[in-house]
């Protein structure tokens, strides 16, 4: 031992014993004690391990950017379906045609038939689906919004656009995309599938409260009734009609701000301010997708009533046959005054939790 180098000490430390020598990286945090064999003959080392702290990386990672304004999605959707609930279980009555086709209509037949304790039907499942989903996706669009405009700078700084082929060097840049409308369309296809199944159970929880009394009886009926796929039927509905809604809400929303910023010269929005700019948006993508939104809710429930369109342009086809063109908008007074209140609270409670959560990030204010 007395011919290794000094540099070998500093890197490697040293364990032998009778049978030979073996050298390990001192980086495994290995700690040896020599014990001498006249005094005992077994346990020649002892082994001990550093346990990594997860505590501080958990602190670490609740610091960043994005694990607030996750946080900032899921508090302010759970604030805002605590206030709406009671108007989410009349809209998706009215739009899947159970009771009355009016809003008063069916506010007195569900405090008839089910009390007021009907209003906040499913509302258990409902916030237990809002947080995740409003989580994943103001997280989503926030990410997505800036990679996409820390993508578009770099193709325009760099020649990273130009595609050499022979003689010809086209040229290609995204700029035409709009950040915000990707990032818009990128939120609702994440949070949609990963939450779909919640979906589904608070549909039924809502829409049939006698078949479906509570969570657990219902995830176990739909489960026993077709199994995984039972909890993902309308996907693919629910994706299309997703995409327009998305896209149209976050740009609209976007647009609204910063052009409102612009001609009244200030950097952000009052809360009242958010709250009307957030209603307008929510407005705006509701009466743009709300057909597609009639057709996924008659695909989602339609087994309920004993008749399933098999894909939505059957389900459109169907609205239309039976109540004509105005049938595809059957509710849209009953889904805006859901919406617009909803979108507007959401965005002021969010903005508000992201300026709270975000206030020690100086560049995150910069950025928002």
Known sequence: ??????????????????????????????????????????????????????????????????????????????MTKAILAPLETIRTRMVVGVGSRNIYGSFVQIIEQQGWQGLWAGNAINMLRIVPTQAIELGTFEYVKRAMTSAQGKLNQTESGKLNIGDLSPSFSLSWLSPVAVAGAAAGIVSTLVCHPLEVLKDRLTVSPELYPNLSIAVHK??????????????????????????????????????????????????????????????????????LEVARKRLMVGALQGKCPPHMAAALSEVVREEGLKGLYRGWAASCLKVMPSSGITWM????????????????????
């Open 349 to 368: 409670f969010y903005e508000a939790w992201k300026e709270i959560l975000l206030a020690e990030k100086p560049r995150a204010r910069q950025l928002s």
């Open 222 to 291: 739909i489960y026993k009734d077709g199994g995984i796929g039972a909890l993902y039927s309308g996907l693919s509905p629910t994706l299309i009609g997703m995409l327009p809604y998305s896209t149209c809400y976050y740009f609209m929303y976007e647009t609204m701000k910063k052009s409102y910023c612009s001609a009244k010269k200030k950097e952000s929005l009052t809360r009242g301010e958010l709250l009307l700019v957030g209603a307008l948006s929510g407005l705006t993508a509701s009466t743009i997708s709300f057909p």
């Open 1 to 78: 031992m007395a011919m290794e180098s000094e540099s070998q000490k500093k890197s490697y430390c040293v364990m032998e014993d009778i049978y030979g020598v073996m050298m390990v990286p001192k980086e495994l945090q290995l700690q040896l004690q020599l014990h001498s064999l006249s005094h005992k003959k077994s346990s020649p080392f002892q082994l001990q391990l550093r346990v990594p702290d997860l505590g501080r990386a958990f602190q670490d990672l609740l610091k960043t950017r994005e694990a607030g304004e996750f946080l900032s999605g899921a508090l302010a959707g759970a």
